[in-house]
Structures are given as C-alpha cells and as structure tokens.
C-alpha cells in the first residue's frame, strides 16, 4: 500500500538547522510530487512548499523563502525538508504528503515529525 | 496570505447534520476548483475526506458531501457519528503553484 513515512522526533537549539525526511513507498515515487505541511502546537495547518519527484522542481511558500530547502534522493525514494535559522516558533508537528502532478490534494500524509527548538 | 476562514467550532448531536463554511476570496477559494477538506483526529495525521471541491475518495463515507458558492466553499457530514468529532481544514490553490489551508473547525458530537 502507498506509504510515507517520516524520520523522528528532533530537538534542536535556536538558530540550527534540520532536515527531515519521507520515505515513500508502494507506488512510483517520481510520478507524484510531495508536499510539506507543518503544524504548531494546537494551531492550524500550514502550508509549507514541494517538490516535483520528477524533475526535483520546488515551490516554496514567501513565508519559509530563504530559510527552507526541499530535495529529494530518487535512488532512496526518499523526500528531505530542511528548515534554517530554527527559532521556537518553529516548534512543530512537520507532515509530507503525497500529491498528484496537476491536483492540489493530499493523500496519504506521513506519520508526522515532531520538531522542538529550545535552547 | 491569511488562512482561509473557517467557523472556530461547530457541534451537532448523534444523526443531525452540520456544515462548515470555509471562505477565501476570488483569488483562491473563487477562482480554482481546486478546494480539499481534511479531517485531524488528536494526535493524528490528517485525513483526504473531499478533494476537487465536491469529490470523495474511495472509502470516505458518503455521509460527507462538499459545494461551493463564489468565494465560500462548504463541508456537510450528515448523520453525525461520534467517530466524526474531529477537526477539519478546508485548503484551496492559491496560484502560482501555492496552497493556502483553513485556520481549522473543530467538530464537537454532543
């Protein structure tokens, strides 16, 4: 069955970086982009950018421009987000999700990574 | 961009109806069908429950139903089921390859 499954639970100190990952499985990875959403604690989804499997094209959100870089490893069928300059507000659940070429929508979704930064 | 803007909360008891309004503007909810809703349980991932505003994925119970009208898409589950409390996000192409997701409703079963 189709499956994205993500890396663990990370604590990183203000100004850091991490990078989490999206393992995918069960179809072909290059046929299907994969979007990046994150959710702080107790607040609303939030839309992050993605990444043509494919072609390895990124779109970002002007929110994270300049601060995120999505990649992908099509060898490892596997998807990266790396978020710099890490300050607390960034403390949150990080999601990847499967989307079609040309839709917007997302399915499945990974299990979630928790991202905490504290100092 | 701002969230689109959903209703904080809504509640309805076992087999009524509720819907939730998700409003936007015309250079997202109004100009693409392209509108999706998502339910979270706690501590859950989300879940595709409607996707290309009215669509529903195979498995998603036919008890949920979607529309939209000019800038204000709408989710309705009818027959409320306990397993339905939940919160929900509506999200819609923003253009230029962007999304834009709701601020999120929590639905209370009484």
């Known amino acids: 069955q189709v499956q994205l499954v993500q890396s663990g639970a990370e604590v990183k100190k203000p100004g850091a970086s991490v990078k989490v990952s999206c393992k995918a499985s069960g179809y072909t990875f290059t046929s299907y982009n994969i979007q990046w959403v994150r959710q702080a604690p107790g607040q609303r989804l939030e839309w992050m950018g993605w990444?043509?499997?494919?072609?390895?094209?990124?779109v970002s959100s002007q929110k994270f421009q300049g601060r995120v870089t999505i990649t992908r490893d099509t060898s490892a069928n596997t998807a990266y987000m790396e978020l710099s300059s890490l300050r607390s507000e960034d403390t949150a659940v990080y999601y990847c999700?499967?989307?079609?070429?040309?839709?917007?929508?997302?399915?499945?979704w990974g299990q979630g990574t928790l991202v905490t930064v504290s100092s | 961009q701002s969230a689109l803007t959903q209703p904080r909360s809504v509640s309805g008891s076992p087999g009524q109806s509720v819907t939730i309004s998700c409003t936007g503007t015309?250079?997202?909810?109004?100009?693409?069908?392209?509108v999706s809703w998502y339910q979270q349980h706690p501590g859950k991932a989300p879940k595709l429950m409607i996707y290309?505003?009215?669509k529903r994925p195979s498995g998603v119970p036919d008890r949920f139903s979607a529309s939209k009208s000019g800038n204000t898409a709408s989710l309705t589950i009818s027959g409320l089921q306990t397993e339905d409390e939940a919160d929900y996000y509506c999200?819609?192409?923003?253009?230029?390859?962007?999304?834009?997701f709701g601020g999120g409703t929590k639905l209370t079963v009484l």
């Open positions: 015309s250079s997202n909810v109004g100009g693409y069908n392209f």
């Open positions: 999700a499967r989307e079609v070429v040309g839709a917007v929508w997302f399915d499945p």
């Open positions: 990444i043509n499997a494919g072609s390895g094209n990124t």
């Open positions: 290309d505003v009215t």
């Open positions: 999200c819609s192409y923003a253009g230029s390859f962007t999304v834009l």
